[in-house]
C-alpha cells in the first residue's frame, strides 16, 4: 500500500510502499478513503511529541470502509464506514478505564502515533474504538469531525454553561465548535493571529458576534474561553478575557510554556484547565449532534502524497477550515 511514513521525528514524511497490515483478533482493517490533518499530527511530526512509534503513519481522522475484519469483531462487517479516531485502546481495567474516564488512562496507545494511523491506503484498528460515521456526511467532510470536532466538544463541555464564550485560535477545531455553539444559544467572540483578517471573516460568517486578534480585549467580558492555539502566552490574555468565576480551557495536546502572569488574573474563582484525548462516549455523542446542528466542515482536500504540504499549511497558518488527504475511494 502507500503510505507516507514517519521515519525520524522533524520529518518530512516519505512516500513509501508497506505491506497491507493483518488484522488482528478484536481488529478491522480498514480501506482509507479519507484521513483528516489535524494540529496533533504536526506535534508528532515536528518531535515536540515524544517517543511516537517509529517509523509511523501518522494520521489519527481515519474515514474509510472496513475491509476485513479478525477474530471476535461482531460490531463491524465487511463493507460498513467507519470513523478511527486518536484513542486507540484502553487498558479497560484502570481507575481511569473504571470511572468513564478512559481518556486519562496511562496505557492508552493513540492512533498516529502509538499505533499506525491514516496516511495510508489502509489502516488496522481496534474495532471497540471506531465510531460510527454519520450518514449526511461525505467521507471529506466526516474526517475534520473525527478530532477537530469531538475534542472540540469536549473542549466546549468543560466550558459549562458558558454563555459568552471565547475561541483562541480559529482554526478546524473552532470552524465546528463554533457552529455547535451558537446552535446552543451561546454567543461567540472569536480570537485570530493578530491581523488575519481572512480568519475573522471566516468567523463571522459562521456566526461569531465578533472577530478580532488575540492581544484584543473582546467587547465584553467572556464566561468561558477555549484555547486551541498551542500558544501559552494566550493563557493570561484569555484570563483577563473572561468574568470572575469563568473557565479557560486549554484545548490542545501541546502547548508552548505559559509565562507567569499575576495572581490576580486568576483570582476570583477563574478557572484553567486542560482537555486531554476523548471518551468513546464523546465521540458517539459528538457524532449524533453533528448532523442535528447540522455541523458543516469546511474542507481543504489534498492527495495523499500532499501531506507535508498540508502540514506546512496548517504550521504557517494558511489554512482556512480543515485540511483533508483524499486517500482512496
Ligand atoms: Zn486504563
Ligand atoms: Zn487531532
Keep these: 500500500m502507500r503510505a507516507m511514513v514517519l521515519r525520524a521525528p522533524g520529518g518530512p514524511l516519505r512516500p513509501e ?55 471476535g469483531v461482531e460490531r463491524f462487517s ?24 478512559e481518556n486519562l488512562c496511562g496505557e492508552a496507545r493513540f ?7 491514516g496516511f495510508a491506503e489502509y489502516a488496522r484498528a481496534d474495532a471497540r474504538f471506531c465510531l460510527p460515521v454519520p450518514e449526511g456526511y461525505p467521507d471529506l467532510q466526516a474526517a475534520p469531525l473525527l478530532c477537530a470536532g469531538l475534542i472540540g466538544y469536549r473542549a466546549l463541555r468543560m466550558a459549562g454553561d458558558a454563555e459568552r464564550l471565547g475561541l483562541y485560535g480559529f482554526g478546524a477545531s473552532a470552524h465546528i465548535i463554533l457552529q455547535v455553539a451558537r446552535h ?54 484569555a484570563l483577563r478575557a473572561v468574568a470572575r468565576g469563568g473557565t479557560v480551557v486549554c484545548a490542545g495536546i501541546h502547548m508552548s510554556d505559559i509565562p507567569s502572569f499575576p495572581y490576580e488574573l486568576l483570582w476570583g474563582e477563574r478557572q484553567l484547565r486542560s482537555v486531554a484525548n476523548l471518551t468513546r462516549r464523546d465521540g458517539e455523542e459528538f457524532l449524533a449532534l453533528a448532523p442535528e446542528v447540522p455541523v458543516r466542515t469546511e474542507v481543504r482536500p489534498y492527495p495523499l502524497e ?4 498540508a502540514l506546512d499549511d496548517l504550521r504557517s497558518g494558511r489554512l482556512t477550515g480543515a485540511a483533508v488527504l483524499v486517500v482512496g475511494r
Excluded: M
Design 111 to 117: 492512533t498516529g502515533y502509538q499505533l499506525d494511523g
Design 17 to 71: 510502499e508497506l505491506p497491507v497490515p493483518e488484522p488482528g483478533s478484536g481488529e478491522v482493517l480498514v480501506r482509507v478513503r479519507a484521513c483528516g490533518v489535524c494540529r496533533t499530527d504536526l506535534h508528532v511530526v515536528d518531535g515536540e511529541l515524544r517517543e511516537p512509534k517509529l517509523p509511523l503513519v501518522v494520521g489519527h481522522q481515519i474515514v474509510g470502509v472496513v475491509e476485513r475484519v479478525g477474530e
Design 78 to 101: 465487511p463493507g460498513d464506514r467507519v470513523g478511527v479516531p486518536w484513542l486507540g485502546r484502553t487498558c479497560g481495567r484502570c481507575r481511569y478505564c473504571r470511572t468513564g474516564r
Design 184 to 237: 446552543q444559544g451561546r454567543r461567540v467572540f472569536a480570537f485570530t493571529r493578530d491581523g488575519d483578517e481572512e480568519a475573522q471573516r471566516f468567523a463571522r460568517r459562521l456566526g461569531a458576534e465578533w472577530a478580532g486578534g488575540s492581544g484584543q480585549r473582546p467587547p465584553e467580558e467572556l464566561d468561558a474561553a477555549i484555547i486551541f492555539a498551542p500558544v501559552g502566552a494566550l493563557v493570561p490574555l
Design 306 to 309: 500532499g501531506a507535508n504540504q
